[in-house]
């Protein structure tokens, strides 16, 4: 009980607030306003929490800050690997180890880890505007006239693209070519408007509810 105690002391309490509310912060007012998955946001918030808890409680021993990175960084990459998940959830994966990192075992005073695990989320915050870069969506299509597939009729195929998809395209990419049918297999991208991305994210949300419906009534049968 003792040992308890001396764990759980005012320092141990301050920086596990710091770390959940650095999480809070991060996870659900950034990651989860254009990323609308709320297992991935379950999974990064009880992993930090988790990461934070262990190295918090290995303090006293002998074990420098990189040794703990790179311990949770190997333990993470060897554990996710079996889920399928985007270069953007490993960063934000990353992101989450850091912050539970320097709030645990951060040699930084109380105010300096509050300014460090603050400009964390401002930078994640402005990486996801189109400050960094415009967030551009793609799509496949199949196209008809096979004729401005030419490279010397590009132009032309980005006009007529543009006018008949209404989309902001910026680019094409040819895939196979079907001379028998006269269609062509066509990748374009475009820049990702705001309605777009609301759609995507009530797309996103009836997806996780017919889920969860689907997990209910199985288990009822």
């Known amino acids: 009980m003792s040992e308890l105690t001396t764990i759980c002391n005012a320092a141990f309490i301050a920086h596990f607030v710091i770390n959940v509310c650095s999480l809070l912060l991060l996870l659900r007012f950034v990651y989860y306003r254009h990323s609308p998955n709320r297992d991935m946001l379950f999974g990064f918030f009880l992993f930090g929490c988790g990461v934070f808890l262990v190295t918090r409680l290995l303090h006293n021993v002998e074990m420098s800050m990189g040794f703990a ?3 949770f960084a190997v ?11 985007s270069i953007r959830d490993m960063t934000y994966l990353f992101i989450v ?4 990192l320097m709030s645990s075992v951060g040699p930084i005073s109380i105010t300096e880890l509050i300014i460090l695990n603050a400009l964390v989320c401002i930078l994640a ?6 400050l960094l870069a415009p967030r551009v969506a793609e799509k496949k299509v199949l ?3 096979i004729e401005n597939v030419r490279p010397d009729r590009y132009q032309e195929l980005l006009l007529e693209l543009r006018e008949r998809t209404g989309l902001a395209i910026i680019k094409i990419e040819t895939g196979n070519i079907d001379y028998l049918k006269d269609t062509a297999k066509l990748r374009i991208f475009y820049k990702e408007t705001r309605s777009e991305r609301e759609k995507y994210r009530q797309a996103q949300n009836k997806t996780q509810q017919n889920s969860l419906f689907e997990a209910v009534g199985t288990h009822d049968t």
């Open 143 to 145: 196209y008809e006239n």
């Open 69 to 71: 990175f790179g311990l």
């Open 125 to 130: 915050a402005i990486s996801e505007t189109s």
């Open 97 to 100: 180890i850091v912050v539970s």
């Open 75 to 85: 333990f993470s990459m060897l554990r996710y690997r079996t889920e399928s998940i």
